[in-house]
């Protein structure tokens, strides 16, 4: 027989992870109708050009402001084209920008908050830029870095990133200043071990759940000011269907047709709701406070 260790295989080993990951939703309710909604929403937005529906931008002056039927699901807007077209692939918009803004946010404010954390001499010059920016409040710059750049999606994504770098920054430094002084990073730079090294091997990984939680509200956070950017103007261009252009358009026909405004709102609260509550049940799932109460 041989001595050899056994080592398990790489598809038993996906298998443990997604056991692992179903055993963690059966056992926390709110992740996982948190999760069955967002997927859903993800699943009719950008699903939404390949269901045959009318095209969103086709205009039908002659059906303008048209109650639901069943040719029109959820009505028309003031020009006749369908909003039930309208608001699936505004959902697109939403979504990408929603997820777009936190995984920038996270990545750029880990590999700052990463170096600041453990350097002082880098702390001290970053953390007041930092502090500089998060004195202004995020929509204000976010509109005055919109109406500098320009009105297109890429401008929103970065303009929304910007001001979510530093709540990243500061989330991270406070784990690497809690960690630096531990002896198993005293240990590691004794042993000669690189600055960088040190950073991804041994204080990184303790920096991910706190940030995953992080990157939920980040994502639903982002998704409301491109709604908010969107219905002022300051947003995607007004030709691009999205949840706040939509709602920005029919507010002056809120009389003739409630639906215009309704519709994409209760879509943009669903998403938004969904988001906010599958983040909840990540972070106790991830707290082991909470996991010791189970």
């Not at 990408?96 to 954390?117: C, D, E, K, P």
């Not at 920016?133 to 320009?150: D, E, K, Q, R, Y």
């Not at 809690?178 to 000669?192: K, P, W, Y």
Request: aromatic share 10%; charged share 15%.
């Amino acid at each position: 027989m041989s001595d050899k260790p056994f080592t398990p295989s790489e598809p038993s080993r996906i298998a443990e992870a997604f056991a692992s990951a179903w055993d963690a939703l059966r056992r926390n309710p709110t992740m996982l109708f948190g999760l069955v909604v967002l997927t859903l929403m993800a699943f009719l937005s950008f699903g939404a050009p390949y269901f045959g529906l009318l095209d969103p931008l086709r205009q039908n002056p002659m059906d303008r402001l048209q109650d639901p039927t069943l040719q029109y699901f959820l009505g028309t807007d003031m020009y006749g084209r369908d909003l039930f077209s309208r608001v699936l692939h505004g959902g697109q918009i939403s979504l990408l920008v929603g997820l777009s803004v936190a995984f920038l946010a996270t990545t750029i404010g880990l590999a700052i908050g990463l170096i600041a954390g453990f350097s002082r001499r880098v702390d001290a010059v970053v953390m007041r830029f930092m502090d500089a920016l998060m004195s202004i409040p995020a929509i204000l710059l976010a509109i005055a870095l919109v109406a500098l750049w320009g009105s297109s999606v890429p401008n929103v994504i970065l303009a929304l990133t910007i001001p979510e770098v530093p709540r990243v920054v500061r989330l991270v430094r406070s784990v690497v200043l809690m960690l630096r002084d531990q002896t198993f990073v005293q240990a590691a730079i004794a042993s000669g071990t690189s600055t960088a090294r040190i950073l991804v091997r041994h204080i990184m990984p303790n920096t991910i759940p706190p940030l995953i939680v992080q990157a939920t509200y980040m994502c639903a956070q982002a998704v409301i000011f491109e709604a908010y950017l969107s219905f002022v103007g300051a947003g995607t261009p007004p030709e691009i269907p999205s949840w706040g252009n939509i709602m920005a358009e029919g507010r002056s026909y809120f009389f003739q047709n409630f639906g215009i405004i309704m519709f994409p709102g209760l879509f943009l609260a669903i998403t938004v709701f969904a988001i906010n509550t599958f983040g909840d049940g990540l972070r106790d799932a991830l707290d082991p406070r909470m996991q010791r109460r189970v």
